[in-house]
């Protein structure tokens, strides 16, 4: 039974090379964002979202105008309805003397209020309404589908068709219904005066209609990649060495599902600035003073035609 190491022969150089790897090994992560160096479109718009969050996120803290401040508040000597980069004659009176004034950048609104403070404190809300509501879609959705195509079965039937109802429902009527109704609690019950009634009616309704209704399209997505994923082999090692099935969805399914995922929750990003906006054009989103978008937007229509910058630039 021993072996005859006579009968061997050391492998040549040439035969060596041939068991070389092509490539390093990674990870479906690390192979995602080599492709994605390689594309100048994307590398491009990441750019320039890049620079639209420092501005929002950024800028903010050393702007020298806020969003809430009028021409009749103490720190401001502006007037309604000032042009781009324009004094006003106080101002202007200040810069005659020797005194230095930041310009406006964007002018000013009908109330003397910075605009370009106005439409970067905006850009930041509604940013961080997309943000959020993607985060909640994704929490929720992932959770809810993965399980669903993992168990299947009675499980499974009874998951979608509860998504199937959801999907009945229309959620720009609830939006509205849960603004109305939840404006009550913030002004006049326990919530009165906290973080939450500084956000309005309209901003809480959108982060709770996202939690109720919007998840159902990511939990179909992620369902569909987990009951094709749930017959790899790699799934059926895992079950044979006894994994429990919240490790198998966590350690091998999700990570597989991450582009569906990703793709999804870049999709929920903008249909939740875009519901915000309409909800703020409508005036059922943020509470005045604090700017958005779409209330930058519908303030501007009177002026569509005079100044149409003010609604261009939101």
Request: charged share 15%; with cysteine; aromatic share 8%.
């Amino acid at each position: 039974m021993q072996m005859d190491l006579s009968r061997f022969e050391l492998a040549t150089a040439d035969e060596k090379r041939q068991q070389d790897r092509m490539r390093e090994s990674t990870t479906f992560f690390k192979d995602g964002i080599r492709k994605l160096k390689k594309d100048k479109i994307s590398i491009s718009c990441l750019v320039v979202l890049a620079i639209i969050m420092i501005i929002a996120f950024v800028v903010p803290s050393f702007y020298p105008y806020d969003y809430a401040t009028t021409s009749a508040g103490k720190n401001s000597i502006t007037t309604n309805y000032l042009a781009p980069l324009q004094y006003s004659p106080a101002e202007q009176a200040i810069i005659d003397s020797g005194g230095h004034v930041f310009p406006h950048i964007l002018g000013t609104d009908e109330l003397g209020r910075d605009y370009a403070a106005r439409v970067i404190f905006g850009t930041r809300i509604s940013l961080l309404v997309g943000i959020i509501a993607a985060a909640i879609v994704v929490l929720i959705g992932v959770i809810y589908g993965a399980v669903s195509g993992y168990f299947g079965g009675k499980v499974d039937l009874v998951m979608m068709r509860i998504v199937d109802i959801i999907y009945s429902l229309p959620d720009m009527l609830v939006i509205i219904l849960l603004s109305v109704s939840i404006k009550d609690v913030l002004t006049n019950g326990p919530l009165a005066g906290s973080a939450v009634a500084k956000l309005g009616s309209g901003m809480v309704s959108i982060f709770v209609v996202f939690g109720l209704l919007y998840w159902v399209g990511m939990a179909r997505l992620v369902r569909g990649q987990v009951l094709s994923i749930k017959k790899q082999e790699f799934v059926l090692a895992a079950q044979a060495i006894g994994a429990k099935p919240s490790r198998i969805i966590r350690k091998h399914m999700l990570p597989n599902c991450i582009s569906v995922i990703f793709i999804s929750a870049a999709l929920q990003i903008p249909s939740a600035i875009f519901t915000e906006s309409f909800l703020s054009f409508l005036g059922l989103g943020v509470s005045i003073p604090m700017p958005s978008l779409g209330s930058l937007a519908a303030d501007a229509r009177s002026q569509m035609i005079i100044r149409p910058y003010l609604l261009i630039v939101p």
